[in-house]
């Protein structure tokens, strides 16, 4: 039987993290996200059945940042035969911040998984690589995923991120020079920079994430991944989803997830429910301080873990 958590639940999270806000700082390397509001918390929950309930600032949009590469990867996931992917880019935790070149180095130009950035570029090379239209294929499926066809990507922070791409470029060149990026960089950099610049709300991310938590199928009833696939992927985001705190995530919280510098996580409970939390503030690993201990508030409520 699934179990999901009544709405009062919700709002009792909300009340017990507010006051961790001001603990953390925003991200600040570019200008569109540093004047955000800090002041913010959200929290939705889909359950498998399709509703969503949520508390707080769950209705404000923001933008999504590296929450972005789970839709990219489940995308090439349905283009490329696994072995096209997982040829060019590794399943293992990095141990690094999540924009470094260090291991890309270390590794021959193979990024240790898809959701640091370096493997999210390589992701982001294949799909430009079997796309005509590669933004527009990304929106439509967000939009598609949760039932919310008034999605957009902000331009604004686009350009800002397109403004300040030394360390991405950086990045994505070190890839050529070991032949693991074959399309001309800046256009690839300009399609990463549109999925990460799409803004959602809390409800529109647990929505449109419901397939993680139901064997790939998503809130229309469409199969997106197949239940293996979404197993896969599950696996993915629990040991490589928050970066550099993806252990202190598993020992609090035990829920596969994954993070954006926006200040939003995602979070499933497979058979259960999808959630998404956002606060804009920071912790020192680029996630979310206040949106983590909501959701090991949440799971500590419901008594619940994947593990
Ligand atoms: N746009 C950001 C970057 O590529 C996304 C990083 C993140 O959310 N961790 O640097």
Same mark, same amino acid.
């Given at each position: 039987?699934?179990?999901?958590?009544?709405?009062?639940?919700?709002?009792? *999270?909300?009340?017990?993290?507010?006051?961790?806000?001001?603990?953390?700082?925003?991200?600040?390397?570019?200008?569109?996200?540093?004047?955000?509001?800090?002041?913010?918390?959200?929290?939705?929950?889909?359950?498998?059945?399709?509703?969503?309930?949520?508390?707080?600032?769950?209705?404000?949009?923001?933008?999504?940042? /590296?929450?972005?590469?789970?839709?990219?990867?489940?995308?090439?996931?349905?283009?490329?035969?696994?072995?096209?992917?997982?040829?060019?880019?590794?399943?293992? $935790?990095?141990?690094? !911040?999540?924009?470094?070149?260090?291991?890309?180095?270390?590794?021959?130009?193979? $990024?240790?998984?898809?959701?640091?950035?370096?493997?999210?570029?390589?992701?982001?090379?294949?799909?430009?690589?079997?796309?005509?239209?590669?933004?527009?294929?990304?929106?439509?499926?967000?939009?598609?995923? /949760?039932?919310?066809? /008034?999605?957009? /990507?902000?331009?604004?922070?686009?350009? +800002?991120?397109?403004?300040?791409?030394?360390?991405?470029?950086?990045?994505?060149?070190?890839?050529? !020079?070991?032949?693991?990026?074959?399309?001309?960089?800046?256009?690839?950099?300009?399609?990463?920079?549109?999925?990460?610049?799409?803004?959602?709300?809390?409800?529109?991310?647990?929505?449109?994430?419901?397939?993680?938590?139901?064997?790939?199928?998503?809130?229309?009833? +469409?199969?997106?991944?197949?239940?293996?696939?979404?197993?896969?992927?599950?696996?993915?985001?629990?040991?490589?989803?928050?970066?550099?705190?993806?252990?202190?995530?598993?020992?609090? *919280?035990?829920? $596969?997830?994954?993070?954006?510098?926006?200040?939003?996580?995602?979070?499933?409970?497979?058979?259960?429910?999808?959630?998404?939390?956002?606060?804009?503030?920071?912790?020192?690993?680029?996630? !979310?301080?206040?949106?983590?201990?909501?959701?090991?508030?949440?799971?500590?409520?419901?008594?619940?873990?994947?593990?």
């Amino acid at each position: 039987m699934e179990l999901v958590p009544e709405l009062a639940l919700l709002e009792q *999270v909300v009340d017990k993290v507010r006051p961790l806000l001001g603990q953390g700082k925003v991200a600040d390397y570019i200008p569109a996200l540093a004047n955000i509001n800090p002041n913010k918390i959200g929290i939705a929950v889909t359950s498998i059945d399709g509703t969503t309930i949520g508390a707080g600032d769950y209705l404000e949009p923001f933008s999504i940042q /590296s929450i972005c590469k789970v839709f990219s990867l489940t995308l090439a996931l349905t283009l490329y035969e696994e072995q096209d992917i997982w040829s060019r880019v590794g399943k293992e $935790p990095s141990g690094q !911040s999540f924009n470094s070149l260090v291991q890309v180095e270390l590794e021959h130009g193979l $990024p240790r998984n898809p959701f640091i950035n370096a493997g999210a570029l390589v992701i982001a090379d294949l799909l430009q690589a079997r796309l005509g239209a590669p933004k527009h294929r990304m929106l439509e499926l967000i939009r598609g995923l /949760s039932a919310n066809p /008034s999605l957009i /990507s902000d331009k604004v922070v686009a350009t +800002s991120e397109y403004d300040h791409s030394a360390r991405n470029a950086a990045i994505a060149y070190l890839m050529k !020079s070991f032949g693991n990026f074959n399309n001309d960089v800046d256009t690839v950099l300009q399609s990463y920079f549109h999925y990460c610049s799409i803004r959602m709300n809390c409800a529109d991310l647990s929505k449109a994430i419901l397939y993680l938590a139901n064997k790939g199928t998503c809130l229309d009833g +469409s199969r997106l991944l197949s239940p293996v696939q979404t197993r896969q992927m599950n696996a993915l985001l629990a040991t490589s989803g928050l970066y550099d705190g993806v252990g202190e995530f598993a020992y609090r *919280v035990g829920m $596969p997830g994954k993070s954006g510098v926006g200040g939003g996580i995602i979070a499933v409970i497979p058979g259960d429910m999808a959630v998404c939390v956002w606060s804009p503030e920071l912790d020192s690993n680029g996630n !979310s301080l206040a949106g983590i201990a909501a959701l090991e508030d949440l799971c500590q409520k419901m008594g619940r873990s994947i593990f």
